[in-house]
């Protein structure tokens, strides 16, 4: 059976002749550990250092593209590109790494019976690692359990260069039997996984809080930086020493020596952090939870974006924090 034929079969309800696995046989209970093939939809930096670790680990993965001069340098990474996605209706999981909750609800639902959610089999797992909203994963979890099929949030938190390491943190919250089916897959991609409960929508939720104390982080470190640059100081000296002392973790490290050292290489684009800042601020005002810290960075993203700084990393708060203190920057687009 041709994978067109069995999205067609899925579409109709007939998955008698379905095959599930490398045995071939289909557990009755759809809870079975995860065989054959997986799906990949979302392959930028961070997907594809994903999808290519699962294929370094054994696991022979579809990576759908809608580029085809994309396809020759997935094949290199082991992966099985391929332009069209029904391709991937008869893997056992379908991952997706996508930018914002459109694109996911188009890759699940688009438009009739052409979505992914339609053309999965009964059993099978949409595993959604991108950070979206919860309303998104709600609709996602709700439609999916309609039609037999599992679904489970793992968004995680680490930039591209963690993911080529393997070096990502899962948050993954969904059906604890799916989740268990799931954990290869997340030990081929991160280094600890964290699970948060069965709701998948709490994943998110984490996801974007966490996502909130490292931008406001970067926007403190920012501002310190530039009152030093003021001063005629040493920035490199301060972070050090609050690094060494206060502050430990690996946001403040991290950023703080990427803004002392004035290097804003494209990772977490200011437009993607505020997609993620505008959920988390949806979500404070539905909880009734002021976040005014948030606010402020809402503004500093607003400002770079208009600035012509959509294209850097998430670390070029520390340049507009300079801009705004009168300091003449020149940012380094150059990666490390």
Known sequence: ???????SAVVAGDVSEIPTGESGRRSPSGRGPIMGEIGFIGLGRMGAAMAANLAAAGRSVIAFVRRPDRIKQLAASGLRPTMDVGDLLGCGAVITMLPDDDAVLETVFGHGNDGLAAGLRPGAIHLSMSTISTAAASRLAAEHARLGQSYVAAPVFGNPDAAKARQLF????????????CQPIFDSVGQRTFVVGTDPQDANLVKLLGNMMSATALEVLGEAVAVLRKHGLDPQSFVDIMTSTMFGGRAHKIYGDKITRQMYAPGFLLPLVLK???LALAEAEKAGAPMPSVNVVRDRLITGIARGYGNLDWSALGLIAAEEAGLHAVPSVTAD
């Open 170 to 181: 899962v948050i993954a919250a969904g059906v604890a039997a799916d989740i268990t089916r």
């Open 1 to 7: 059976m041709s994978k067109h034929e069995i999205r």
């Open 276 to 278: 993620d800042v505008r």
